[in-house]
């Protein structure tokens, strides 16, 4: 197997800190980002010369190029970027402060999106390349309690859906990953929660309540087995557009886009009705 460098954002836990061992463990490079190198001093002592921590911030924009610049001159050829860091916002719509909207859009979105125009650049000069989006399968199912969170995850799939089909011909190929619900600090610990309004209790818009607490039962998803899956999916050619990860998510996501094209079928005359008549 060929020795591949990976560039990881958010590798101090979940599926960055899953992707960085088992990389790391079969002798590949990884440069990997977190807020404070504390949280990887172990990767950074145990595999010296092989994992190469570094300090971003995606709601940082200045600072994500000339890291990407950085990374590139220094080792030479970066095969696989993922795009992985970010996180949950729970809350009713009107719950949620000015503040949060923005920072979650900065991190999940605008971050996300920076980051892979930042690597274009070079990864066309290469030859080609691989960027793998870390989403979810509420980038394509919406629920009550998650309207930003899915904003941001919608918006991210529209933009690689259609980057994709913009740098193919350079042998750059884009992947979005869609996990369902899984065993890591996303769900159980790093998850941010509005100050909740009393009025929403008891209504869908606080069901995720009983899905943030462990003691309710546990997410059906292995993290550890969805990264090796993710690592497999390199080796795909051409790159899969979207991999549903978790059957739970796969599940989902099939009713929900069934029920979607049936109510668009339903709309055949409707949507008929508005162009010009033939030869006008």
Known sequence: ????????????SGFGR?????????????????????????LIEKHAGRFF??????????????????SFARHGRIDVLI???????????????????EHIIATNLTGSIQLIRAALPHLRAQGGG????????????????????????????GFVEAVAQEVAP???GMTIVEPGGARTEFRYGSAQVANLM???????????????????GLAPGDPARMAARIIES???TPAPLRMVLGSQALASTLATLRTRVADFERQTELAASTDFPPGE
């Not at 197997?1 to 101090?12: P, Y």
């Not at 921590?53 to 950085?70: C, F, H, V, W, Y």
């Not at 691989?130 to 991210?156: D, E």
């Not at 995720?208 to 309710?216: A, E, G, R, T, V």
Request: charged share 20%; glycine share 8%.
């Open 1 to 12: 197997m060929a020795q591949r460098t990976w560039f990881i954002t958010g590798v101090s």
């Open 18 to 42: 899953q992707l960085s061992e088992q990389l790391l463990e079969r002798g590949d490079h990884v440069i990997g980002t977190v807020r404070t190198t504390a949280k990887v001093a172990d």
């Open 53 to 70: 921590a570094e300090t971003l911030d995606l709601t940082e924009i200045p600072a994500i190029r000339p890291l990407i610049d950085r």
């Open 83 to 101: 795009s992985n860091a970010g996180y949950g916002l729970f809350g009713a719509a009107e719950e949620l402060t000015d503040a949060q909207v």
């Open 130 to 157: 691989r960027i793998i989006q870390i989403s979810t399968y509420g980038g394509q199912v919406a629920f009550p309690g998650n309207s930003m969170y899915h904003a941001t995850k919608w918006g991210i799939e």
């Open 170 to 172: 350079f042998g750059i």
């Open 198 to 216: 009393p009025i929403y209790d008891q209504t869908p818009a606080h069901s995720f309540i009983k899905m943030l607490d462990p003691k309710n």
């Open 234 to 236: 390199v080796d795909i």
